[in-house]
């Protein structure tokens, strides 16, 4: 069974800076993409960012300039790097991997940013 657990969310103020995790356990087999999601209260889950076993990343235009997503080759571990939070980041952010026809989520970990 592969389980996604994240890590790294927390209160921070506008302007600073938080790195999540999130390893994929269960599986010695790579999992082709882990993304990362978020959801912030009364909205809807937005794709933030992207990263294939291959190297590939795509990260949310309203986020690139100040959110990295990076992963360690075909190891299925991934970070997201945030930086000049905003309190408009504040969500629960999870991530997401697709493994042999079947959809995995972590559990999310909440980010909080402060005015």
């Known amino acids: 069974q592969v389980q996604l657990v994240e890590s790294g969310g927390g209160l921070v103020q506008a302007g600073g800076s938080l790195r999540l995790s999130c390893a994929a356990s269960g599986t010695s087999f790579s999992i082709n993409t882990i993304d990362w999601y978020r959801q912030a209260p009364g909205k809807q889950r937005e794709l933030v960012a992207s990263a294939t076993s291959g190297g590939r990343t795509n990260t949310a235009d309203s986020v690139k300039d100040r959110f990295t997503i990076s992963r360690l080759g075909a190891k299925n571990t991934v970070y997201l790097q945030m930086n000049n939070l905003k309190p408009d980041d504040t969500a629960v952010y999870s991530c997401?991997?697709?493994?042999?026809?079947?959809?995995?989520w972590g559990q999310g970990t909440q980010v909080t940013v402060s005015s």
């Open positions: 997401h991997g697709y493994f042999l026809g079947r959809d995995y």
